[in-house]
């Protein structure tokens, strides 16, 4: 706990970051918030928002650095085994908290399952998975997702370090970080960082029997990002005249 504090103690000189819990991703907001300002992606996605603690302070970056993205946080706001089960009160502030960065920000209510349909392949630039934590799930969500990362696509991975409560992170990291493919912050539960750009293969760097069954290419030309078109109903929505204009004042603000 000692640690979270860090970030509210008068010493700390990192931004101020808006949506702070002190809850297991704290030690990473200054990271994320320098990742989305210095790396500058097109297109975000987060599985796994819960309280919206990692999501914000993306979100809260891209707007104070003027950052030109679309970001898409998807939950389906009730829980999982690692996390609990939880009723509509978080969702609902969640999407209150969203407002503010609606012009670029789009809350998705669905499991990454059914909501992954709606992004086109090459598309994301960085993916944040933290939904359920155990070997099956996030391997799950990993496979599923690494055909829509774009050629510079970065994954980033929370709770490699745990190892109780069925937790299975470690063991999908030990399978896909590679020498120059990777970065693992160790405190903080862990955050793996993986590079998608090193990794042409097409496989996603994993020793996967089965991988061949799946389509998996890095080598087609990025498809321009696609606004999903599902209404998602519980959700403020980003209309694509909304993220134009925002894209116009940012160009507007650099010139
Ligand atoms: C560990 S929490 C996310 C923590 C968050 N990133 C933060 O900053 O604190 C995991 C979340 O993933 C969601 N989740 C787990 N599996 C999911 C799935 N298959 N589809 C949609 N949401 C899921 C849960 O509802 C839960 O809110």
Redesign the pocket.
Known sequence: MQHYAKLLFPAYTGPRIARYFG???SMHLPFAYDLMREFMPSSFV??????????FTFCQSAAENGVDVLCYG???????P??GFYGPAIGHDVATHNTQYATFSQLIT????DAVKDFADGSIDLL?I????RYA?VKG?FESWCTKLSQRGIVLF?DVMVRDREFGVSRLWTEIAGVGQSFLFPFGHGLGVWSASVTRKGDCGQKDNNSGKRKRSFNTQLSHFRTPQRSFKQSPTTSPSSSTMLRKEIRRRKS
């Open positions: 809850g297991p991703w987060e599985l796994g928002v819960y309280k919206g603690e990692s999501y998807i939950d389906t706001w009730q829980g999982d690692q996390t669905a499991t990454f399952e944040h933290d939904g359920a934590h799930d969500d929370h």
